[in-house]
């Protein structure tokens, strides 16, 4: 779906996917989705042009196996893609059997895809640092995906360094642990989903009771308290919206934070006055 943050107008983009979950825009304004996969097919991250409705199928398998149920999706300066794969579908029933682990994958500019990062219960949300030498990303393996928690399993954040040649990953470690803060009855953990990243270094993570901002310490500074809330974008012509979702609506908030990693140059149309929205 499409929503007009100006006037609240919703369109529908694309009637059926295979269950979409995180998406990007490529660096050529086409939009990257990642689609869990319904069986017998495994996921796949989907090419969908926003101009001509075109889509194809960008990738869908390592090296002959079928990816699990991709989740969340990151597009590098270098035009590099990087995505999240656990194993949600088959534990909610409706994705195929799982043959591979629940990794971290880069899809070159060139069309090689490498799993980069494993080690994982839940990959889920990830995000660059603004100068890309640092990879986050979430683990919400404490939610198990069949409705019930296991508060030994992680629900946290790691953070991974990128190597000087900006394709592969080095000391993995930890980043933060997320609790929920005005929602006690979870279980006292949280659900670190989705994840952003401003200008600053300040890191945003989607989580039961809200997006928690942290800085790049790992330092819980505050919270923005959306119940709920399960991701989030930067939006508008200085990236300084940010855009929150949750389970039932599309919350919107204007920050003196910029996002980091976006060019805010892609619109709907052509800007033919400062009204125009992107």
Request: a neutral charge; glycine letters at 12%.
């Amino acid at each position: 779906m499409k929503v007009h943050l100006a006037t609240g107008k919703v369109e529908v983009v694309k009637s059926e996917t295979e269950v979409a979950n995180g998406m990007v825009l490529g660096k050529d304004g086409a939009l990257l989705v990642c689609n869990q996969g319904i069986r017998p097919h495994g996921g796949f991250i989907e090419h969908l042009n926003l101009k001509t409705g075109e889509s194809k199928v960008l990738i869908d398998n390592w090296y002959g196996r079928r990816f699990n149920s991709p989740n969340d999706v990151v597009v590098k300066s270098d035009g590099s893609i990087w995505f999240t794969d656990p194993d949600y579908a088959w534990v909610q029933g409706f994705g195929a059997e799982p043959e591979v682990k629940n990794h971290v994958y880069r899809l070159s500019p060139s069309g090689v895809v490498d799993a980069v990062a494993d080690g994982f219960v839940k990959p889920n949300g990830l995000a660059f640092s603004p100068d890309e030498s640092l990879l986050y990303v979430t683990d919400t393996g404490s939610t198990i995906g069949d409705g019930t928690v296991d508060i030994q399993k992680p629900h946290s954040v790691t953070v991974i360094d990128v190597d000087e040649n900006g394709a592969s990953l080095k000391n993995k470690r930890h980043f933060a642990s997320i609790a929920t803060i005005v929602e006690p009855k979870y279980e006292g953990v949280g659900c670190p989903d989705g994840i952003k990243v401003d200008t600053e270094g300040r890191v945003y993570i989607a989580n039961l009771d809200g997006v928690q901002v942290f800085d790049k310490k790992g330092k819980l500074l505050g919270m923005i308290k959306i119940p709920g809330a399960t991701n989030m974008g930067f939006a508008g012509r200085d990236l300084q919206t940010l855009v929150i979702l949750n389970g039932t609506a599309i919350y919107k908030i204007t920050l003196s934070a910029k996002g980091a990693g976006l060019t805010g140059q892609v619109c709907t149309q052509k800007p033919k006055s400062r009204k125009a929205h992107c």
